[in-house]
T-cell receptor, first 115, second 112 residues
Framework: EADIYQTPRYLVIGTGKKITLECSQT?????MYWYQQDPGMELHLIHY???????EKGDLSSESTVSRIRTEHFPLTLESARPSHTSQYLC??????????????FGSGTQLSVL | GQQLNQSPQSMFIQEGEDVSMNCTSS?????WLWYKQDPGEGPVLLIA?????ELTSNGRLTAQFGITRKDSFLNISASIPSDVGIYFC????????????FGKGITLSVRP
């Protein structure tokens, strides 16, 4: 099992504020991911990283940015939040396992509301 | 892009009943994963499937990897109230860096 932590769990902020959503994992996983989830919809990949100093944009375009300076830490930043950014943000990391049987483990998520 | 279809969006069953959910795709996948998400939490992995035809159980849960590689199903037997939640299927195609595609999920309600 992976231990992966996200803070804050809930965040309500005003338009134009800069925010950083934190994500840390303690299992030494190289691969980490950020997903955006809206009610009744599938999880959309917005960013991923395959290791330190590696970051890539996902399938869904996002105005957020990420960094990966340490293996265990993968924060997501919004420079200027807008109401359209209101969503659930889920961080995940993956354990490649044997024979590339990769499994994804999720944090509890951050519910962001931008007023 | 690849899409996974899960329907219906919601299911309502009586405690003690069995329920089956399936997940279909027009594309071939080489890995199928089933996740459950409780309210306010992240998805938790229930079952992982890696071979066509594979049938795997986890307690009261059983999942199968379809022979065509384009579908998978999850069965919950003797449902209990804590089975309530959203059940997502996810698939991954071949390739070392291929990423997971998720379905929209099925919300399961269990009446006591």
């Amino acid at each position: 099992e992976a231990d992966i932590y996200q803070t804050p769990r809930y965040l309500v902020i005003g338009t134009g504020k800069k925010i950083t959503l934190e994500c840390s994992q303690t299992m030494g996983h190289d691969k980490m991911y950020w997903y955006q989830q809206d009610p009744g919809m599938e999880l959309h990949l917005i960013h991923y990283s395959y290791g330190v100093n590696s970051t890539e944009k996902g399938d869904l375009s996002s105005e957020s940015t990420v960094s990966r300076i340490r293996t265990e830490h993968f924060p997501l930043t919004l420079e200027s939040a807008r109401p359209s950014h209101t969503s659930q943000y889920l961080c995940a990391s993956s354990d490649p396992g044997r024979d590339l049987t990769e499994k994804l483990f999720f944090g509890s998520g951050t519910q962001l509301s931008v007023l | 892009g690849q899409q996974l279809n899960q329907s219906p969006q919601s299911m309502f069953i009586q405690e003690g009943e069995d329920v089956s959910m399936n997940c279909t795709s027009s594309s071939i996948f080489n890995t199928w994963l089933w996740y459950k998400q409780d309210p306010g939490e992240g998805p938790v992995l229930l079952i992982a499937l890696y071979k066509a035809g594979e049938l795997t159980s986890n307690g009261r849960l059983t999942a199968q990897f379809g022979i065509t590689r384009k579908d998978s199903f999850l069965n919950i037997s003797a449902s209990i109230p804590s089975d309530v939640g959203i059940y997502f299927c996810a698939g991954r195609s071949l390739g070392a860096n291929s990423k997971l595609t998720f379905g929209k999920g099925i919300t399961l309600s269990v009446r006591p």
